[in-house]
């Protein structure tokens, strides 16, 4: 496994609760107002906080007239609030989650693939996957941009394992859009039941991507034209 840290010399000091939070996927209720589609608020100490739950049983008792269920993850959550308003998390549990409204960006950063500053750890070796191979070929044989399928495994601090899927593209305008797509249509099409990151090579930060180039053999690679 390599790691990557802080690229200042040390990993920044941060809840480990940051990171599975960030990666989290909640039910949220939703209903359609007078500016479009609006989550549940209630309203802690003062401040306007949107309302999620992990529990489907707790949001269906909670969940008042009018509102219908949502999943969504916790960044995307964050990202669409007002920007007053914060996030609560299973309210009723002895330890609610708040998200207050000047954290927001710190979640939804930890969110991205590579957040800055945590420990990434990349598996130094490929992972079979048959059946999303046999999926996604036909997909990445009909885009002529895409050169390589890298599939392996990596972790973000202590949030879930996840399948790595690395693409390889030519410069041609929207290859990068086309892979992701073909890869995360592949997965649905066969309810991949492990959680995927699906991220272009020049996208993976350069000590893991020498990691996934020198360590990680193609799960598969374009023909090269005979002559």
Request: proline fraction near 11%; hydrophobic fraction near 45%.
């Amino acid at each position: 496994m390599s790691e990557q840290p802080d690229p200042n010399g040390g990993p920044i000091e941060v809840s480990p609760l940051l990171y599975r939070l960030a990666d989290s996927i909640v039910l949220i209720g939703v209903r359609t107002g007078d500016r479009g589609p609006e989550p549940l608020y209630t309203d802690v100490s003062g401040t306007l906080c949107a309302v999620a739950y992990t529990d489907p049983d707790e949001i269906r008792r909670d969940l008042p007239d009018g509102y219908r269920l949502f999943q969504i993850t916790v960044p995307e959550l964050l990202a669409q609030l007002p920007p007053a308003a914060g996030l609560i998390v299973n309210p009723r549990a002895a330890s609610p989650i708040h998200v207050a409204a000047d954290e927001r960006d710190v979640v939804i950063a930890a969110g991205r693939p590579f957040p800055a500053g945590a420990f990434i750890k990349v598996k130094a070796s490929a992972d079979a996957q048959p059946r999303l191979l046999a999926a996604v070929l036909p997909r990445l044989a009909a885009l002529p941009a895409v050169r390589r399928l890298f599939l392996t495994r990596y972790r973000v601090a202590d949030a879930r394992e996840k399948i790595l899927a690395v693409y390889e593209v030519d410069g041609t305008p929207g290859a990068d859009e086309a892979a992701a797509d073909a890869v995360t249509a592949a997965a649905a099409e066969i309810a991949l039941a492990d959680p995927m990151q699906v991220v272009a090579l020049g996208d993976v930060p350069e000590e893991l991507r020498a990691v996934v180039l020198a360590d990680v053999d193609p799960a598969w690679v374009r023909a090269e034209p005979p002559g």
